[in-house]
């Protein structure tokens, strides 16, 4: 028995294939165990360089698979804890990250900042760790890694409160559109989605939702069904957000980067707010729009009195 984990990441599988940071075989330390490893090696030899193929134990094969998606969401909700200090003390959390990812030791990836971390990997990978850690006795270990989840937990909660407060305390009849439903751009996976978790908030305060998505739309009425509440499903941005209160980016996508946010504007109800979960924007002219703009770990830019 051999362990060979993958490690692609959707949206880019196919280029990780063929170009791996590293290869991970994994097998038991027998004759037997190791003439097998060794034969997938050999495959992998065809194109990966000998020095990315990694050879181990099972235990420390299955272990990596496991440790390498806790870290990198172990980052994301790292970054993610700073935000709301960042908020109290008009401290800038894009400025906060480039500055810390420009130490060696440290790197400056899955440092953006953002609503949650979603995807069908981190949340089962990190949960299936805690498991591991609590049976063995090591609670903990298990409460360490336990907290990167209601971190990311405490994110999501935390954006439906700020945008609650800037909406005047009430959600309660707001049309709010929502720019995005996947986990993450390019790919219609919406398993984890914070949007799954952020919309079902929102209709809780008994707000109204446009859900707006180039490839999760169907996914996202299948997430949302049974919810309470006035849900629509509109693929064109600038049809999603005509008549609504607000806007609320969920998902990195390119297109919403490029949108003629003047139109919009013109379209929405006053005053109009945007919560940029993602911080991919231009803030400072959304606001010379007339925005009210509120992004993740920075000052909000409004208009408000």
Partial sequence: MLSNPEFLAEGTAIRDLEYPDRVLIGSRET???????????????NWVPRERIITSNLWSSELSKLVANAFLAQRISSINSITSLCEKTDA????????????SRIGDKFLNASVGFG????KKDILNLVYICRYYGLEEVADYWEGVVKINDYQKERFVLNMLTAMFNTLA?????????????NTGDTR?????????????????????DPKALENAKE????AQGKIFYVEDPYEA???CDAIAVLTEWDIY???????????????????DGRNILDHRGLFEIGFNVFPIGKPPLTHLK
């Fill in 31 to 45: 004759p037997s165990g190791l003439k097998a490893r060794q034969e997938l090696v050999e495959i992998y030899a």
């Fill in 92 to 103: 800038d959390i894009t400025e906060v990250a480039r500055a810390v990812g420009t130490d």
């Fill in 119 to 122: 995807g069908s990997c981190f």
């Fill in 173 to 185: 009849g707001k049309r709010i559109c929502i720019f995005g439903f996947a986990f993450k751009a």
């Fill in 192 to 212: 984890e989605s914070p949007a799954i978790f952020v919309c079902k908030r929102l209709l809780e305060e008994r707000a109204e939702l446009v859900i707006s």
């Fill in 223 to 226: 997430d949302l069904k049974g």
């Fill in 241 to 243: 957000a005509a008549g």
């Fill in 257 to 275: 980067r490029q949108l003629d946010f003047k139109k919009i504007y013109g379209s929405m109800d006053k005053p109009c707010f945007i919560f």
